[in-house]
Each structure stands twice: as structure tokens, then as C-alpha cells.
């Protein structure tokens, strides 16, 4: 295996970089390697964190970061290579005790209880008995509120877990993991759900811990969150270890290269587009006031051919805009038409028909069923084109859904494979394929990049501006500054109005001081 | 019922702002007053029950109401406990039947219906509670060590089991019963019989168990999120074993009741229970997605439908519309309990 060695001298010779310090590294994988049946996930890898720093560990889907959790974490055994512990041995891996206590990992999917408190979720099957041997409450939720208290955690132990936000549900993991006295956490996409307010307290939060003593490993597609907080940067691309340096000496775009493979990937846009006046426009939006306040007269217009961004904050209305013009929810007040038509507010059919494309917010929740196949969770939204009087060719089906495929380059090994087996940049591409089946006159997307990695994520933007170029109008309501590059124009939503417009071209200090609700000039 | 527990004791109630739950007098979240939904609909029914006929509140219909409903309890008491842990079990009612019919099948002496009397009498009672344990298993294994689908394995061995019943007893009732079958069905102790006694004992005893042991809440836990209990360190598995035997276990104490107090074992005992005790444990807010609900809820839930039942009796309804009636209680105590949660159910 000539080149597993090659990647493992690589690995150990760029681990080694200037960090040879006395005490041994929290965390040590040398020569990692884990295959499932032919596939390979990881090849020889090594990965060094030493104490108090914040080490993050980047790749496209499918470069063996999540293998590597499931290692570190006593999840899996690797085939070959070892990992330590402050210089000893990993532990046996059903011996779940220790492994808590050297290593957490907040992974996306939250691994809360919602039904119970969050003094019992904390507590979890290690709870205070009284004299009786019945459980003792008043002592669990005390020990709770102390715990939460030393790790200055925000929350009322007595809260339902459910009840809480994704971000104080973040902390609550971080501080049960830190209960069992682990102080190296592996934080699994933190980001991926929260907004820039929210991003900033997990950062502050991250630094006060760090500054405590707790070492972390930050797992991220959001590049720059990672200049923001993270000391060293480990990047791992096709199940191999490509290298390791500190972030200052790594530019963004060597960064994005040593991800994808190829220098080009980070190119700036630039383009001039047509947007054809004499068409009718994509999208009128008038007066539009939301049932339940989160959106208030909010009018605009897109033409055929234009992208128009909407950004703004978690919180700003922007989701609630874009899903009330696809008919998801209904408005209190204002009206909406697509391509000259007026759709029944509140029905998406009737939205659809008018001529719009859409890719809804959360993928998992809205935008595919993860048992069906490829092809017809492509073909979903277009049961007329499938056949005659309600029936369904699957002849036609595949025809259709094989396009699909080829058109937005959807890695898969047949269109029957069910969507929950392909990898989260795939799995958008075929939300996204579902939108276009139909050549919409309007696509609208909901953070149509989270989640999915820059390779896909490139693809996914030119084609947005493919789209655009052949007519259709685009709505892209986002908090992600790479989705709003593409825009003509961007829209910012602050507490439920629109507040500014900024043209193609803008620094990203503007944007985000925008959506803020700062203003830079004051 | 655990934070209520909480609440009571709670000297130090760090408000955490606007995070911090709506409370009642700043001690009971209002979301556990949902455990307390039914006691006015409670109150209620017996008012009218009052009202429609002064016997309803006489100490002798209140345990006659007490007492029908203490067999159908137990297994809404194995159903909440199943549930809880995000399954089900559907055969509840058939072993209620099968496991006494088994019993007396083998001491039921011959020449009296289709006993074989292989078995002196005082084995009835270890006989009964025996086929329980092993439906139970039978049921565990299916369903955790081969991974099958618990509402249709269920499903199936409610079919199975109410045939073999069928089959044992030919179709007709088994009589003459041994007074060890009997003793549990028909004593009385304290003045009340002793199946409500029974009842609200290990109703009391599931209450603490649920709400104040650490095998309490692992059910929760379990059936909240079944990845975060394992991950938890809880044997997951074990605890759905005994889940699931303890509440076939439960099924044939019903039965037992039931066939003392008759004084026979019906090759049709048990059969349609099981729409109302589902109806029942959801009334009384158990989650049939797991995870939710209290043993107190369920509790409350039986006990509503059977007090209705009985206010309907005595105002005379005929006893040809009583079946039409019960259904519709159990949808408008479903909207009530909807009104009153507030949450769309799932």
C-alpha cells in the first residue's frame, strides 16, 4: 500500500510542525486507517491537538471527517492505527465511562431527550437518590443549576429540553460533556443552524471555555468561521490527511485548494447579466404583511433574469417572506404574483403552477423523503408529466429523473437509490434538481449551501446563475454570504421589514452591518 | 410528575429571565398541569353524574365503578409503560384471556367442558401468571433480539393467542374454576374488593417507579430518544425486556381479575380491550410517538371513560347505543385534551 504510507509520512511529518512541546497532546491519532467492506474512509490519517488550542479539521463531504469522530469518540474501532489520550492508550471501546470522560463530541443531531428537563437530560441515568433509594429531584436539579452556573450556561434547568434554542441546546451538551470531565470536545458543524448573532456567543463561549483549559476540535464548511476562532486548521480530503498548518499561514484560497484539489475553486464572480425588461417580471411582491408579525410590508419586485438576494438575521422574516411567496404560509395582508399570475395564497400547488421552483430551508424536514429514491424524490413535484390520468410511468419517470441526474451532476450509482444514502451536497442537488424538473420562471431558495461542501456548493451557485440566464427570475433568502455573492441585488430584512438595498458588489462589512440592523456610516 | 416534585421542593427558583417557563404561582410549569387536565373533566362528570341520578355518588357505585374498571386499568397501565418506551403491544387483550384460560384448562378437572385437570388447583395462579411472562418473552424476542415491526408482531400474536384460545377451550367458557382463581376476583379487603385494592397499588407503585427510580426514567429516555439513552450509558434493550414481559405479566393478573370475578374464563375474554385502553392512555396524555405522559395521566384517562360509561348507564341510555356513545366520548375527550394541551397530537 505505497500510497497509505505516503499519506501517513505525510501526516506524521506535518503533525510534527513546530509543536513539540513537554506534555503529551490531549488527542493523538497516528496512522489511521478504517474501510467499509471495498470502500476506504480513511487512509493512514493522523491528527494531533495539544492542549488549550482550537483545532479545526475541515474536508468535503465524504473526506473522512465524520469517520474520524466516530474514532475518536470510541464510536468505532479503527482497523489499523492507534489513538491516545494524553499519552495513554485509547480505552476499550465498550468501556463508554471513560471515553466520556476524555472526550465529547455536539454532534448536528442533537442528542438531547426533548420530553425531559434539562437537569435531567444533564443527569442522565446518574441521578442523586435520597435515604429511600427514590430519586432525589430537588438534588439533581441543584447539582444542574451548579453545573450550568460554573460553565455560566443561561438556562433553567426545570426548562423542557425541547423547549430550548439549538444554541442554548449546544451549550447544554457542551456543559453535560464537561460534567463527565472530559475537557477535549469535538464540535460537529456547530454553526451549521445558528445565525451571526448566535455564532458570536458560541465563539465567546468557545474562547472563555478555552481559556478554562478545554481543548477543541471545530468541524466546519463555514471557511472563515474558522480564521475567526480556530488556532490550527488540519484538512483531509479523499479519506487522506493533506495537511496541517496554522491558520495564519494558510490563505483562504491555498485553504480551499487544499479541499477541492484544484486552485481554481475560490475564483471571485464577476458577470454582467440581461435582465429582460420587456418580459413580465419573475416576482411581484406588494404590502406583504405576515399572519403572525414576523414580516411587514414587505414589497419588491424581480424580473426575469435577476437574482435577488433577501438577507438578514435568523429571526428577520427573510424565511418567512420566501415561504409565503412559494405558499408554505399564508399572509395576513399583500399579494403575490408570479409571472403576471396570482397563486391562492397558502397553497403551493397553486404557487407551482404559476411557474415557481422551490428549495425549501431544512432538507432533512421539507425538502426530500430520505426512504424514497433518487428518482422519484426528483420527480415529486411533477406527478402530471409522469403519465396519464394519474399513473405513473416509470419508464417516463427514470427518463426524467436520469436528466435531472446529468444536469446538476447528482453523484449517484442509479436513480433508484434512496436519498438518505447520498451525501449531504447531493442530497441538495436533488432538492434542487426537484425545483428546476418543472423550468420554473421563479426559483426561490431557502439557505439552499447549508450544510454541503464547497465543491457542491460552487456547482449549486453557477447553477442558480444558469437558471437566471435562461429567464427565470431568483429569490435566494440567506444568511450566507456566498449565497448573496451571485445576487444582483440584496434585499436585508431587519426585525420584519426590509430596511436596505445594496447592489452587486458590496464589501461584507456592509452586508452584515445590514443585517445587524448597524449602520457603518452613523 | 417528577417536576412537580421539583417544583414543590424548590427553595431556590433562579429565575432565568424570559428563557424561564411560564409558571403558576411560580412553582408548577404550566406544562404540568397537562397531567392534571382530566381531574376537572372528572369533577365535572361527577357533578352531572350527581345530578342525573343520586346513586352515582353512593360509596357502592363508586367502588362498582372502581371495580369494572380495575382489570381494563392494569392493562392501561402495561400499555402506558409500553408506550412510554415508544412501542406497543397490541396481544395485551389476548393474554389477558389466554394466560387463566391455559390455567384453567390444566386444572379444570375433566368431564367439565374441555378441562384436563392434568394439575392440582393451587397451581391456577403460578399457571396464569407463567404463560404471562412467557408471551411476554415471546413478544421481547420477536420484537428487540430479531428487530421486528412490534405493532404487527403484536398484531400477530393477538391473533394467535386469542385462536389458541379458542382452540383450548373449543369455543366454550371454562366453569368451576379453583378457589385460588377465584380468591383474587371475589375477596374483599377493608371492605373494598381486593382487585381495586390491587389496582391502585401498582398504580401507586408504576407513579413512584416512573417518576422517582432511575429504571423510571430510563423509559423516557428511551422513548425520547433512544440514540441519546444508549449514549447515556442506559442498557436499552434490558430495560425494553422488561418492559415488555412486566407488562404481558400485568396483561394476565388482568386476566386473572377478571376470571375471579366471573367466575369463568369466556374464550372471548378480553376481546376489543385493547381500543380502550389505546383510547384511554391517550386521553390521559400518553405520547404514542414515546417519551410522554405520565403513569397519573393514564390513570386519570381510564377512569374518565369508565365513570362517562357508568354516568350513561344510570340515566338510562339503552344499552344498544351505549357502544356508539363510548366512541364518541373517546373523540370528544380527544379535542378536550387537545384544547387543553394545547399541541397538535402525535
Given at each position: 500500500?505505497?500510497?497509505?504510507?505516503?499519506?501517513?509520512?505525510?501526516?506524521?511529518?506535518?503533525?510534527?510542525?513546530?509543536?513539540?512541546?513537554?506534555?503529551?497532546?490531549?488527542?493523538?491519532?497516528?496512522?489511521?486507517?478504517?474501510?467499509?467492506?471495498?470502500?476506504?474512509?480513511?487512509?493512514?490519517?493522523?491528527?494531533?491537538?495539544?492542549?488549550?488550542?482550537?483545532?479545526?479539521?475541515?474536508?468535503?463531504?465524504?473526506?473522512?471527517?465524520?469517520?474520524?469522530?466516530?474514532?475518536?469518540?470510541?464510536?468505532?474501532?479503527?482497523?489499523?492505527?492507534?489513538?491516545?489520550?494524553?499519552?495513554?492508550?485509547?480505552?476499550?471501546?465498550?468501556?463508554?465511562?471513560?471515553?466520556?470522560?476524555?472526550?465529547?463530541?455536539?454532534?448536528?443531531?442533537?442528542?438531547?431527550?426533548?420530553?425531559?428537563?434539562?437537569?435531567?437530560?444533564?443527569?442522565?441515568?446518574?441521578?442523586?437518590?435520597?435515604?429511600?433509594?427514590?430519586?432525589?429531584?430537588?438534588?439533581?436539579?441543584?447539582?444542574?443549576?451548579?453545573?450550568?452556573?460554573?460553565?455560566?450556561?443561561?438556562?433553567?434547568?426545570?426548562?423542557?429540553?425541547?423547549?430550548?434554542?439549538?444554541?442554548?441546546?449546544?451549550?447544554?451538551?457542551?456543559?453535560?460533556?464537561?460534567?463527565?470531565?472530559?475537557?477535549?470536545?469535538?464540535?460537529?458543524?456547530?454553526?451549521?443552524?445558528?445565525?451571526?448573532?448566535?455564532i458570536n456567543r458560541l465563539f465567546g463561549?468557545?474562547?472563555?471555555?478555552?481559556?478554562?483549559?478545554?481543548?477543541?476540535?471545530?468541524?466546519?464548511?463555514?471557511?472563515?468561521?474558522?480564521?475567526?476562532?480556530?488556532?490550527?486548521?488540519?484538512?483531509?480530503?479523499?479519506?487522506?490527511?493533506?495537511?496541517?498548518?496554522?491558520?495564519?499561514?494558510?490563505?483562504?484560497?491555498?485553504?480551499?485548494?487544499?479541499?477541492?484539489?484544484?486552485?481554481?475553486?475560490?475564483?471571485?464572480?464577476?458577470?454582467?447579466?440581461?435582465?429582460?425588461?420587456?418580459?413580465?417580471?419573475?416576482?411581484?411582491?406588494?404590502?406583504?404583511?405576515?399572519?403572525?408579525?414576523?414580516?411587514?410590508?414587505?414589497?419588491?419586485?424581480?424580473?426575469?433574469?435577476?437574482?435577488?438576494?433577501?438577507?438578514?438575521?435568523?429571526?428577520?422574516?427573510?424565511?418567512?417572506?420566501?415561504?409565503?411567496?412559494?405558499?408554505?404560509?399564508?399572509?395576513?395582508?399583500?399579494?403575490?404574483?408570479?409571472?403576471?399570475?396570482?397563486?391562492?395564497?397558502?397553497?403551493?400547488?397553486?404557487?407551482?403552477?404559476?411557474?415557481?421552483?422551490?428549495?425549501?430551508?431544512?432538507?432533512?424536514?421539507?425538502?426530500?423523503?430520505?426512504?424514497?429514491?433518487?428518482?422519484?424524490?426528483?420527480?415529486?413535484?411533477?406527478?402530471?408529466?409522469?403519465?396519464?390520468?394519474?399513473?405513473?410511468?416509470?419508464?417516463?419517470?427514470?427518463?426524467?429523473?436520469?436528466?435531472l441526474i446529468d444536469n446538476l451532476a447528482?453523484?449517484?450509482?442509479?436513480?433508484?437509490?434512496?436519498?438518505?444514502?447520498?451525501?449531504?451536497?447531493?442530497?441538495?442537488?436533488?432538492?434542487?434538481?426537484?425545483?428546476?424538473?418543472?423550468?420554473?420562471?421563479?426559483?426561490?431558495?431557502?439557505?439552499?449551501?447549508?450544510?454541503?461542501?464547497?465543491?457542491?456548493?460552487?456547482?449549486?451557485?453557477?447553477?442558480?446563475?444558469?437558471?437566471?440566464?435562461?429567464?427565470?427570475?431568483?429569490?435566494?433568502?440567506?444568511?450566507?454570504?456566498?449565497?448573496?455573492?451571485?445576487?444582483?441585488?440584496?434585499?436585508?430584512?431587519?426585525?420584519?421589514?426590509?430596511?436596505?438595498?445594496?447592489?452587486?458588489?458590496?464589501?461584507?462589512?456592509?452586508?452584515?452591518?445590514?443585517?445587524?440592523?448597524?449602520?457603518?456610516?452613523? | 410528575?417528577?417536576?412537580?416534585?421539583?417544583?414543590?421542593?424548590?427553595?431556590?427558583?433562579?429565575?432565568?429571565?424570559?428563557?424561564?417557563?411560564?409558571?403558576?404561582?411560580?412553582?408548577?410549569?404550566?406544562?404540568?398541569?397537562?397531567?392534571?387536565?382530566?381531574?376537572?373533566?372528572?369533577?365535572?362528570?361527577?357533578?352531572?353524574?350527581?345530578?342525573?341520578?343520586?346513586?352515582?355518588?353512593?360509596?357502592?357505585?363508586?367502588?362498582?365503578?372502581?371495580?369494572?374498571?380495575?382489570?381494563?386499568?392494569?392493562?392501561?397501565?402495561?400499555?402506558?409503560?409500553?408506550?412510554?418506551?415508544?412501542?406497543?403491544?397490541?396481544?395485551?387483550?389476548s393474554t389477558m384471556g389466554l394466560a387463566?384460560?391455559?390455567?384453567?384448562?390444566?386444572?379444570?378437572?375433566?368431564?367439565?367442558?374441555?378441562?384436563?385437570?392434568?394439575?392440582?388447583?393451587?397451581?391456577?395462579?403460578?399457571?396464569?401468571?407463567?404463560?404471562?411472562?412467557?408471551?411476554?418473552?415471546?413478544?421481547?424476542?420477536?420484537?428487540?433480539?430479531?428487530?421486528?415491526?412490534?405493532?404487527?408482531?403484536?398484531?400477530?400474536?393477538?391473533?394467535?393467542?386469542?385462536?389458541?384460545?379458542?382452540?383450548?377451550?373449543?369455543?366454550?367458557?371454562?366453569?368451576?374454576?379453583?378457589?385460588?382463581?377465584?380468591?383474587?376476583?371475589?375477596?374483599?379487603?377493608?371492605?373494598?374488593?381486593?382487585?381495586?385494592?390491587?389496582?391502585?397499588?401498582?398504580?401507586?407503585?408504576?407513579?413512584?417507579?416512573?417518576?422517582?427510580?432511575?429504571?423510571?426514567?430510563?423509559?423516557?429516555?428511551?422513548?425520547?430518544?433512544?440514540?441519546?439513552?444508549?449514549?447515556?450509558?442506559?442498557?436499552?434493550?434490558?430495560?425494553?425486556?422488561?418492559?415488555?414481559?412486566?407488562?404481558?405479566?400485568?396483561?394476565?393478573?388482568?386476566?386473572?381479575?377478571?376470571?375471579?370475578?366471573?367466575?369463568?374464563?369466556?374464550?372471548?375474554?378480553?376481546?376489543?380491550?385493547?381500543?380502550?385502553?389505546?383510547?384511554?392512555?391517550?386521553?390521559?396524555?400518553?405520547?404514542?410517538?414515546?417519551?410522554?405522559?405520565?403513569?397519573?395521566?393514564?390513570?386519570?384517562?381510564?377512569?374518565?371513560?369508565?365513570?362517562?360509561?357508568?354516568?350513561?348507564?344510570?340515566?338510562?341510555?339503552?344499552?344498544?347505543?351505549?357502544?356508539?356513545?363510548?366512541?364518541?366520548?373517546?373523540?370528544?375527550?380527544?379535542?378536550?385534551?387537545?384544547?387543553?394541551?394545547?399541541?397538535?397530537?402525535?
Amino acid at each position: 500500500m505505497a500510497t497509505e504510507a505516503e499519506g501517513m509520512a505525510g501526516a506524521s511529518a506535518r503533525a510534527g510542525d513546530g509543536r513539540s512541546r513537554a506534555e503529551p497532546p490531549v488527542v493523538q491519532a497516528t496512522g489511521v486507517t478504517k474501510r467499509y467492506g471495498p470502500t476506504t474512509a480513511l487512509s493512514g490519517v493522523g491528527l494531533t491537538v495539544t492542549a488549550g488550542e482550537t483545532h479545526a479539521l475541515v474536508g468535503r463531504n465524504g473526506a473522512g471527517k465524520s469517520t474520524l469522530v466516530s474514532i475518536l469518540t470510541g464510536l468505532q474501532a479503527p482497523d489499523e492505527g492507534t489513538v491516545t489520550f494524553d499519552g495513554d492508550p485509547a480505552p476499550r471501546l465498550a468501556d463508554r465511562s471513560a471515553w466520556r470522560q476524555r472526550v465529547a463530541c455536539v454532534y448536528q443531531k442533537s442528542t438531547i431527550i426533548p420530553a425531559l428537563t434539562v437537569a435531567e437530560n444533564l443527569f442522565l441515568n446518574r441521578y442523586d437518590r435520597g435515604r429511600t433509594g427514590l430519586l432525589k429531584w430537588s438534588a439533581v436539579r441543584r447539582r444542574a443549576a451548579d453545573l450550568l452556573a460554573a460553565w455560566s450556561v443561561d438556562v433553567d434547568p426545570r426548562t423542557l429540553a425541547g423547549d430550548l434554542s439549538v444554541e442554548q441546546r449546544q451549550f447544554v451538551e457542551i456543559a453535560r460533556a464537561l460534567s463527565f470531565g472530559a475537557r477535549f470536545i469535538i464540535l460537529d458543524e456547530p454553526t451549521a443552524q445558528l445565525d451571526g448573532a448566535a455564532i458570536n456567543r458560541l465563539f465567546g463561549r468557545i474562547r472563555d471555555l478555552q481559556a478554562q483549559g478545554v481543548t477543541f476540535l471545530f468541524i466546519s464548511h463555514h471557511l472563515q468561521e474558522i480564521y475567526e476562532i480556530c488556532d490550527l486548521v488540519t484538512v483531509f480530503r479523499d479519506a487522506r490527511h493533506v495537511v496541517t498548518a496554522p491558520v495564519a499561514d494558510l490563505p483562504r484560497a491555498d485553504l480551499v485548494a487544499a479541499m477541492t484539489g484544484d486552485a481554481a475553486a475560490a475564483q471571485h464572480r464577476e458577470r454582467a447579466r440581461t435582465t429582460e425588461a420587456a418580459a413580465p417580471a419573475a416576482l411581484t411582491v406588494r404590502g406583504l404583511t405576515g399572519a403572525d408579525g414576523t414580516y411587514r410590508e414587505v414589497s419588491f419586485q424581480i424580473a426575469a433574469g435577476e437574482i435577488v438576494g433577501l438577507a438578514g438575521a435568523a429571526g428577520s422574516g427573510r424565511t418567512e417572506v420566501a415561504e409565503t411567496v412559494v405558499g408554505l404560509r399564508s399572509a395576513a395582508g399583500g399579494e403575490v404574483e408570479i409571472a403576471g399570475r396570482r397563486p391562492r395564497p397558502g397553497s403551493v400547488p397553486d404557487a407551482l403552477a404559476a411557474g415557481a421552483g422551490f428549495v425549501p430551508q431544512d432538507r432533512h424536514h421539507q425538502g426530500f423523503v430520505a426512504d424514497m429514491s433518487v428518482a422519484d424524490n426528483g420527480t415529486l413535484s411533477v406527478p402530471a408529466r409522469l403519465g396519464r390520468h394519474g399513473f405513473i410511468s416509470t419508464r417516463r419517470r427514470d427518463a426524467i429523473a436520469s436528466g435531472l441526474i446529468d444536469n446538476l451532476a447528482i453523484k449517484t450509482p442509479s436513480p433508484h437509490l434512496p436519498v438518505s444514502g447520498l451525501s449531504g451536497g447531493n442530497q441538495q442537488k436533488v432538492v434542487m434538481a426537484r425545483a428546476l424538473a418543472d423550468d420554473p420562471r421563479l426559483l426561490v431558495l431557502i439557505n439552499p449551501t447549508a450544510g454541503i461542501d464547497v465543491r457542491s456548493k460552487e456547482f449549486l451557485l453557477d447553477k442558480i446563475e444558469e437558471t437566471a440566464r435562461s429567464g427565470a427570475g431568483v429569490l435566494i433568502a440567506s444568511d450566507e454570504l456566498d449565497d448573496l455573492r451571485v445576487c444582483d441585488r440584496v434585499l436585508v430584512m431587519f426585525q420584519a421589514r426590509v430596511t436596505t438595498e445594496i447592489a452587486h458588489g458590496w464589501h461584507d462589512h456592509e452586508l452584515v452591518a445590514a443585517m445587524e440592523g448597524m449602520d457603518l456610516d452613523a | 410528575m417528577p417536576d412537580a416534585a421539583l417544583a414543590d421542593t424548590a427553595k431556590d427558583a433562579a429565575a432565568a429571565g424570559a428563557k424561564q417557563r411560564v409558571l403558576i404561582g411560580g412553582r408548577i410549569p404550566l406544562a404540568r398541569l397537562r397531567d392534571l387536565a382530566l381531574v376537572p373533566a372528572i369533577l365535572i362528570i361527577a357533578i352531572v353524574g350527581q345530578i342525573v341520578s343520586p346513586v352515582f355518588l353512593q360509596p357502592d357505585n363508586l367502588l362498582n365503578v372502581l371495580q369494572t374498571m380495575s382489570e381494563i386499568a392494569l392493562l392501561v397501565l402495561a400499555q402506558t409503560m409500553i408506550l412510554i418506551v415508544k412501542k406497543m403491544d397490541l396481544s395485551l387483550e389476548s393474554t389477558m384471556g389466554l394466560a387463566p384460560g391455559v390455567a384453567a384448562w390444566l386444572v379444570v378437572p375433566v368431564g367439565a367442558g374441555h378441562g384436563l385437570g392434568l394439575l392440582p388447583g393451587g397451581w391456577a395462579v403460578p399457571v396464569t401468571l407463567a404463560v404471562g411472562a412467557l408471551i411476554g418473552a415471546v413478544n421481547a424476542v420477536l420484537i428487540i433480539r430479531f428487530g421486528l415491526n412490534g405493532f404487527i408482531v403484536t398484531l400477530g400474536m393477538l391473533i394467535v393467542l386469542r385462536g389458541a384460545l379458542t382452540g383450548i377451550s373449543g369455543g366454550q367458557t371454562f366453569f368451576r374454576l379453583p378457589p385460588s382463581m377465584l380468591y383474587l376476583g371475589t375477596a374483599e379487603w377493608l371492605g373494598a374488593p381486593a382487585s381495586i385494592w390491587i389496582c391502585l397499588a401498582l398504580f401507586a407503585v408504576a407513579i413512584v417507579v416512573l417518576g422517582w427510580t432511575s429504571f423510571g426514567r430510563s423509559l423516557y429516555a428511551i422513548g425520547g430518544n433512544v440514540d441519546a439513552a444508549k449514549a447515556a450509558g442506559i442498557r436499552t434493550d434490558r430495560v425494553l425486556w422488561i418492559v415488555i414481559v412486566a407488562g404481558s405479566l400485568l396483561a394476565a393478573l388482568a386476566g386473572l381479575l377478571l376470571s375471579g370475578r366471573l367466575a369463568s374464563v369466556a374464550s372471548a375474554q378480553g376481546n376489543g380491550y385493547i381500543f380502550t385502553v389505546f383510547a384511554a392512555a391517550v386521553i390521559g396524555g400518553i405520547s404514542l410517538n414515546g417519551g410522554k405522559g405520565t403513569m397519573f395521566g393514564a390513570f386519570t384517562g381510564i377512569l374518565l371513560l369508565f365513570m362517562i360509561q357508568n354516568v350513561l348507564t344510570l340515566a338510562g341510555i339503552p344499552a344498544q347505543w351505549i357502544g356508539a356513545l363510548n366512541g364518541l366520548i373517546i373523540l370528544a375527550a380527544l379535542i378536550v385534551s387537545r384544547i387543553t394541551g394545547g399541541k397538535v397530537q402525535d
